[in-house]
């Protein structure tokens, strides 16, 4: 069993959790995942690991509540254990020194951000880091971003705090900014339709792009196949051969219609999980 050790209130629909899990904390790197259940007939969630402590013996997860577990994650409290917390899962985040680098997170994906920035700066890249939110409620770790980051650029989609726009429209400033040419790689996480919008356009500039994949993910050992996606014609399972990817040659349109497959079952799991809590969260 693993014990909540903390749990924090990110904002109205996202949660952070530090989770004693000291055999996956001793080997993790930025960039890999874990996959938890919460009880014997519980749905298997994959998330990356936003943070750890190695002296501790601590992984911190950051979810953003959107179906029936993540509910019920949600609704856990420090003290509380979860039954399977299985990682380190996936390849690292490679990491050398590039030169600048800028690091994006789009919403909950600032979280798993946040360690390969870190990594990056560590080794002795520049990093410049671009979180942004819908709404200023919704952004998180602006702090510990900065702190891992040389420069960090802050934006909201409704200029609720600092700038409004999308971080796409920040990337292309600093592109502009700095010449395509003295950036050396560009790292993005977020929802998927900005990881295609940041490649779409790193890829007229001709900037090597990486993004990190969330796609539907059943064993994560890559026996179910169920994490398939296309990347450069080829066939690769997220949970083995990456999470991370050149995004330049993912299928986003095939990942896209794949990540929908469940939606309805979602739903109705979801709708479930409501009435018989009552209509609560
Ligand atoms: P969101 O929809 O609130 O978007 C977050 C930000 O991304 C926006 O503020 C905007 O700046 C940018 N963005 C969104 N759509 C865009 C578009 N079409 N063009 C340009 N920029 C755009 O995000 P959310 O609700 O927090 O969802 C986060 C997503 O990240 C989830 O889908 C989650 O599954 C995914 N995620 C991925 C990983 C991973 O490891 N790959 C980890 C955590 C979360
Ligand atoms: Fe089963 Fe990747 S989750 S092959």
């Known amino acids: 069993m693993f014990k909540i050790l903390e749990k924090d209130i990110l904002s109205p629909v996202i949660k952070q959790m530090e989770i004693e899990a000291p055999r996956v904390a001793k080997k993790c790197q930025a ?3 874990v996959i938890l259940r919460l ?7 994959p998330l990356t690991i936003a943070d750890f402590d ?3 013996g601590t992984i911190t997860i950051v979810f953003q509540e959107v179906g029936k577990s993540t509910r019920e994650l949600g609704k856990m409290e420090a003290g509380d254990q979860i039954v399977d917390f299985v990682g380190p899962l996936g390849l690292p985040s490679h990491i050398e020194k590039f030169g600048n680098v800028i690091c994006i997170g789009g919403g909950v994906g600032i979280a798993p ?3 390969i920035a870190r990594a990056l700066r560590d080794i002795g890249n520049n990093v410049t880091g671009i979180i942004g939110a819908r709404t200023k409620d919704l952004l998180f770790w602006e702090e510990k971003m900065r702190a891992a ?5 802050v934006t909201t989609d409704d200029g609720s705090y600092v700038r409004k726009g999308f971080v796409t429209d920040v990337m292309k400033e600093i592109i502009e900014d700095k010449g395509k040419d003295n950036i050396a790689l560009i790292l993005a996480i977020g929802p998927q339709p900005m990881m295609r919008v940041v490649c779409n ?3 007229e500039y001709g900037i090597k792009t990486i993004v990190s994949l969330n796609s539907l993910m059943v064993d994560g050992t890559g026996m179910c196949g169920c994490c398939r996606v296309t990347v450069g014609g080829q066939t690769k399972f997220v949970c083995v051969d990456g999470p991370e990817f ?4 993912v299928d986003f349109t095939e ?5 929908a497959i469940y939606l309805e079952k979602e739903r109705e799991a979801l709708d479930y999980h409501k009435c018989t809590c009552g209509g609560a969260s």
């Not at 009880?39 to 969630?45: F, Q």
């Not at 050149?246 to 040659?249: I, K, V």
């Not at 990942?255 to 990540?259: F, G, H, T």
């Open 31 to 33: 960039g890999q995942f």
């Open 39 to 45: 009880h014997e007939k519980g749905e298997r969630i």
């Open 54 to 56: 190695r002296n501790k």
């Open 113 to 115: 951000v946040f360690p």
């Open 149 to 153: 980051c040389d420069e960090l650029k």
């Open 201 to 203: 356009v790193t890829k």
């Open 246 to 249: 050149d995004g330049h040659l």
């Open 255 to 259: 990942l896209a219609k794949r990540s």
